[in-house]
């Protein structure tokens, strides 16, 4: 059977079985708050709380398709520090200010003065601020509070799609579904039963019939939803209790299944719908899902009544929320030359409003306050530009963030970090690349290369090297040393002549010119220094000229003092030592203990024979010389005794061994003399001696058989003398 349009379109009401939250009559009740910063989220009015502010206002609400001849009170403004005296002024900015809402800047009393339509324009966003009437400064922060207009039932619902042409078969059973049918409402679907739609049939019965069922679900989700926050919740009725009422909810198509999830809360039995994918209102306004619930626990003694599930269809409408501006590019790298004049063009950020209203863009550089400002930026084009000389060799790279807020709303705000890269000029001539203690030898030969030296920039590799190292052409050829470059950002210094001497010249200099690579090319001028040195055969430095030594090794005037004191101290102990050994008196005698014959050791020595002021060498010759008592030189006496004399003749007559105990009873007997013996020594041999002479002057006159051989056998130590009597028995021989 073939159903025509005129027996089977059937207009339906359906009843809204889903609301997210419901708002009852205005509320006027005076709230007060430390700040009330109300934002729009999910269709609903949120106040936060902060301390320190002194707001006092009531709830903003302000119904749609006002008709009255008076302007509608929208709500009244209060801050702390109003006194009823007049002195505070009150100023209220953003959307729709002094058009649509105005406000009594005593009383702070708002009106609307337009009638406003909900399904065009939900909510406004306007800033208040109290302010001295005298002074006109601020006695309360800026505040921000929303105005959302109120919806009253002005639209009818709607189908979105007819008209239906639909077939049947014929001999269907009761109950066959034949077609689902959808109309939407206009109206504010979470406040009061304005978008709720109940579907009925006008036409066709009793042949036909809508399920109550498979009632149509709506839901409004803003664009500012949260990634896996939840947005909303839909439950099915179950006449069973206890275990036989748990179900489990799932999406089993539409065209959001892949934006949104939903799960079973299982004390409320609740089907949670949450966000997976985030929401653009300007790309997408709507989506559909078909969503399922079932019974978890099944009795197949009753499973004929089943299927125990039901199906229905949830619209999830796309709120439209006041974003704020996106930039081109998730950050920015710009060039700049160094040494740029202010006000230089640095580069342009872009950024727009994604919303729908493409509102104007502001844009500001956000500095901190220790930052130097080296930039500026155009607020309507984002244009930024100079505003010092930049220096390359002092900061290469600077790091700012750039934020942009549209004109209508400017509390909300989006950042970007822009990096400028400073470009280099070839602003800094070559220059040595330190301080260089140049040495050549006194036995140095021409073209020898005494030192290589090397440059340094402090531009950009683009601008330094390569090097060029040369003379001055302006000054006359050195003849002592010349330069040759390397080509490896490097020169030698070479000698042109033979052989320096420092007594000469100890010190010559040498101007050199260096350039870079830059474009154009900058060039520097230094002078070496060169010290001539003596040096070994392998070119070790030996020694320099005494200032030029001191002052390359560095030594500080208090280091030189220090050392120069150490050596006065250490003079002064080695005289004192030697003073101290000089006036210690050592004895001549080597033991008192040892009662033998003693040597007695002078060290000077005697002047031979021609020396007769060392001593008396008449007492050597003949004991008669001796007249008188010879006292001892090797000690003084604290004693003196009285000289004996004698006559001549007695002398003479005396005999020598008589003479001899004498004088050893005159030294036992003397006090002054230690108790020892002492060496004395007698020259006179006395008469009628029949020995001859022992001396051995003559000796070498007389004939010996004696054989010297024997001390060639001795060993090293008696070569010599081996080697004399050798000679002397040789002469024998010839």
């Known amino acids: 059977m073939k159903i025509t349009s005129t027996s089977c379109i059937c207009p339906v009401l359906v009843c809204l079985c ?74 209220l900015t953003g959307e729709g200010a002094g058009t649509i809402f105005i406000i009594d800047d005593t009383t702070g009393d708002i009106h609307s003065t337009k009638s406003l339509d909900r399904e065009q324009k939900t909510h406004y966003v306007l800033h208040a601020q109290a302010i001295d009437r005298r002074t006109n400064k601020p006695l309360e922060p800026e505040s921000e509070f929303i105005i959302k207009v109120q919806d009253i039932n002005d639209n009818a619902p709607k189908f979105t799609d007819g008209p239906y042409i639909v077939t049947v078969p014929e001999m269907s059973d009761m109950g066959t579904s034949v077609l689902q049918v959808t109309a939407t409402d206009a109206d504010d679907p979470t406040y009061g039963n304005s978008a709720r739609v109940v579907y009925s049939i006008l036409q066709g019965q009793p042949y036909f019939s ?27 009725n179950d006449a069973d209790t206890g275990s036989n009422a748990d179900m489990t909810y799932s999406i089993i198509n539409g065209d959001g299944v892949g934006i949104f999830s939903i799960s079973t809360d299982k004390e409320t039995r609740e089907g949670i719908l949450s966000l997976k994918k985030p929401l653009n209102y300007e790309k997408k306004k709507s989506y559909t899902l078909n969503i399922e619930g079932a019974n978890t626990h099944l009795d197949f003694r009753f499973s004929h009544l089943g299927p125990f599930k039901d199906a229905t269809m949830l619209k999830i409408i796309v709120g439209d929320v006041d974003e704020p501006p996106l930039f081109s590019m998730p950050s920015y790298v710009m060039e700049v030359y160094e040494n740029a004049k202010i006000g230089t063009v640095v580069g342009t950020v872009l950024a727009q409003d994604p919303d729908s209203a493409n509102s104007l863009v502001r844009y500001f550089i956000d500095y901190n306050a220790e930052d130097d400002r080296l930039f500026n930026i155009d607020a309507n084009t984002g244009t930024i530009k100079t505003t010092k000389v930049l220096d390359r060799e002092e900061t290469p790279w600077y790091n700012i963030t750039v934020a942009a807020s549209e004109n209508d709303n400017p509390s909300l705000l989006s950042h970007v970090t822009v990096g400028i890269r400073v470009l280099d000029v070839n602003d800094n001539p070559p220059e040595l690349a330190r301080e260089y203690d140049i040495v050549v030898c006194e036995n140095s030969k021409p073209g020898q290369v005494i030192h290589t030296i090397s440059a340094t920039d402090k531009d950009d590799f683009a601008n330094g090297p390569r090097f060029n190292f040369f003379l001055d052409e302006h000054l006359s050829i050195n003849p002592n040393f010349t330069l040759k470059d390397n080509e490896d ?184 003399v230690p108790p020892y013996d002492s060496l004395q020594t007698y020259a006179y041999e006395g008469q009628r001696s029949e020995a001859g ?38 002469e024998r021989t010839t």
């Open 18 to 91: 889903f609301v997210q939250r419901c708002y009852g009559t205005t509320h006027h009740g005076s709230i007060r708050g430390t700040r009330n910063q109300t934002k729009h989220i999910e269709g609903e009015t949120e106040v936060h709380h902060r301390p320190k502010r002194g707001w006092v206002w009531n709830q903003f609400f302000v119904l749609e398709e006002h008709m009255g001849p008076d302007p509608q009170y929208v709500g009244k403004l209060h801050s702390n520090s109003d006194k009823g005296d007049g002195s505070v002024k009150y100023i």
């Open 489 to 672: 950002n490097t020169a030698s210094i070479l000698t042109r002549r033979r052989r320096f001497s420092r007594t000469i010249q100890d010190v010559y200099y040498l101007p050199i010119m260096i350039s870079d690579g830059g474009i154009p090319s900058l060039s520097s001028s230094s002078t070496l220094t060169i010290r001539v040195c003596a040096c070994e055969r392998d070119g070790r430095v030996r020694t320099c000229h005494a200032e030029a030594f001191l002052s390359s090794a560095g030594l500080s005037t208090g280091a030189l003092i220090a050392i120069l004191l150490c050596v006065v101290i250490l003079l002064a102990i080695v005289v004192l030592f030697i003073t101290l050994r000089r006036s210690k008196k050592e004895p001549l005698i080597i033991s008192e203990e040892d009662v033998r014959e003693n040597v007695v050791t002078y060290d000077d020595e005697g002047g031979g024979e021609e020396d007769t002021e060392a001593f008396d060498i008449t007492a050597l010759r003949n004991p008669s010389a001796a007249e008188e008592l010879k006292y001892r030189r090797d000690i003084r006496p604290e004693v003196k005794l009285t000289p004996r004399h004698q006559t001549l003749s007695t002398l003479e007559s005396i005999d020598v061994q008589e003479f001899i105990k004498q004088r050893l009873a005159e030294a036992d007997l003397d006090p002054s």
């Open 210 to 236: 809508v399920d109550p069922k498979t009632e149509h679900y709506q839901l409004y989700v803003p664009e500012s939803a949260q990634v896996g926050s939840a947005v909303g919740k839909i439950k099915a």
């Open 693 to 730: 002479s022992i001396s051995s002057l003559d000796s070498a006159t007389t004939q010996s058989d004696q054989d010297y051989q024997y001390l060639g056998d001795w060993g090293p130590e008696f070569k010599t003398l081996a080697e004399l009597y050798g000679e002397i028995e040789s």
